[in-house]
């Protein structure tokens, strides 16, 4: 399947990370040091590793993407300078592993002031630290506060020769969640370029899904789909769940055969220059959705729409779960898998029985992005919307096959729609545009 509508496959500009950088300076105090560690590699089985993804926020600050790195930022009250440490050019091991772009070459094509060997940290950190008032790291690191802590003990043991120890530890993840939240007009770009690939996944999986096949040759269409236009990972491993395993939400077996007369829910996303699309679609298998199908789908759909209708800069994920829970209290009221009052069953909350997970999330360079939901760590008080902000909205409804609550036609069914969309001045714009949603365009790509 080729792709009319993607240009080339954007990629960010050095200079885009060099502003990131320069937006965490200018939150650093005066004579301050942050320290950022690079992901290692992770053992998959004896000496085979997982496919290396590197530690985003780390990503975020350089573009770089080698294991064991560590970025050190300094600033002084006339300078600012971005030092990296990373592992040495070695020809033996790159014969072995791959190429490594050494010290030389890492310092001109990352823009970086200086660059050295890992070997050289222990010697060269606390020579900077000295003098140095503040430290910022992330507290959560383990592996990194170690090193920090040992770096500080070893300035600490030459107080006697006049070195000035740090004196203040400081938790840089607010800071750095803080400015990922808010993505530039480059990172929205290549969000909605991974947007689209992933739209062309899903409608490669419609196109291609029938009855008898295995989950996992679907999951495998939709890795195909992404590869061929440049999106080489997969942001999250893919579910592909037929029937009942669509009530599992972290369905990830994708390992059974696909039944005729079910519905399939596909939530697959690729990573693109480290940047997550996170889209779910569900459909019939056969590609003709029965009437008890329809009825819980274009209800979902229509929260969805609803939902997203309502997005604009101001407005919060609680408003957006008041929009949810009224469309889907009501509509599981009229089909009379909810029964009461409609006025009490919206306060309850009803549509929980039915609707298990939250409403969205932010999405990054993670596809549980970073950035706090809440104002001031108050759990009650969600925070308004601001232009760049990317986000999800996933409306769904479970019934799961054992629950005999509910009448039999509708068990067995699980159905999730999942958008990414951005917070833009005037309202949103939504990056999922590509990928089928309506029983109509559903129905008619899949027609065989
Ligand atoms: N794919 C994970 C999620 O939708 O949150
Ligand atoms: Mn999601
Ligand atoms: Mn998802």
Known sequence: MTNQNLPGIAILP???????????????????VAFFSAASEVTRSNDTEFAFCQNKSFYYLTGFNEPDAMLMLIKQASSEQSILFSLPKDKKHEIWHGRRIGQEKACQHYQLDQCFTLDEQSELVPQYLNGIKQVYFAFDDENLSQHVFGYLAQVRAST?????????????SPMIDELRLIKST?????????????GLAHQRAMQITSAGLFEYQIENEILHEFTHHGARYAAYATIVAGGDNANILHY???????????????????????????????????GKFTEPQKALYQLVLNAKVAVISAIKPGTTFAKLNNIANEYLTRGLLDLGILSGDLTELVKEKASKKYFIHGLGHWLGLDVHDVGDYHINDNKEQCREFTPGMVLTIEPGLYMPLDD????????????????????????CENLTANCPETITDIETLMKR
């Not at 990172?187 to 690939?197: G, P």
């Open 404 to 427: 005999m609550d509910i009448a039999e036609q509708w068990r067995g069914i699980g159905i999730r729609i999942e958008d990414n969309i951005v917070v833009t001045k005037q309202g």
């Open 186 to 198: 480059n990172e929205i770009e290549l969000m909605r370029q991974v947007n689209t690939i992933s």
């Open 14 to 32: 050095i200079s885009e990370f060099v502003t990131h950088r320069s937006k965490l300076f200018a939150q650093m105090t005066e004579n301050s």
């Open 160 to 172: 006697r020769q006049g070195e000035k120890v740090p004196t203040q530890l400081i938790d840089v």
């Open 252 to 286: 990830t077996d994708n390992s059974a055969r696909l039944v005729n007369n079910d519905l399939l829910l596909i939530d697959a996303g690729g990573e693109l220059s480290g940047y997550a699309a996170d889209i779910t679609r569900t459909f019939p298998v056969n």
